[in-house]
Nanobody, 124 residues
Framework: QVQLVESGGGLVQAGGSLRLSCAAS????????MGWFRQAPGKEREFVAA????????HYTDSVKGRFTISRDNEKNTLYLQMNSLQPEDTAVYYC?????????????????WGQGTQVTVSS
């Protein structure tokens, strides 16, 4: 089992920045890839970004490219999401997730482990 705990959410004005963190514990050696997803009120959960746990290529949804950066610190078993130039449409609960295989990148239902989520609110 892998446990994921997010932190770093909050309220920020449009154009501001936040950095989300996701601390992983347990059998982190079983993780192949980690990702960030978000769910806004009344909307379905959507993919934001993903990164392999070891090496590899990052992926982003089009709406955050150039503004968000996903990264990880393997020594600290921590995943990050640096969010710059935040806009009101970025308001959502942000979840980190981990998957044990390479079968999926963008599909949240294929991920094996999820954090509890952290709220990000961007005011206009």
């Amino acid at each position: 089992q892998v446990q994921l705990v997010e932190s770093g959410g909050g309220l920020v004005q449009a154009g501001g920045s936040l950095r989300l963190s996701c601390a992983a514990s347990g059998r982190t050696s079983s993780i192949f890839r980690m990702g960030w997803f978000r769910q806004a009120p009344g909307k379905e959960r959507e993919f934001v970004a993903a990164i392999p746990w070891i090496g590899g290529t990052t992926h982003y949804t089009d709406s955050v490219k150039g503004r968000f950066t996903i990264s990880r610190d393997n020594e600290k078993n921590t995943l990050y999401l640096q969010m710059n130039s935040l806009q009101p449409e970025d308001t959502a609960v942000y979840y980190c997730a981990a998957i044990r295989s390479s079968v999926a990148i963008f599909t949240g239902n294929r991920y094996d482990y999820w954090g509890q989520g952290t709220q990000v609110t961007v005011s206009s």
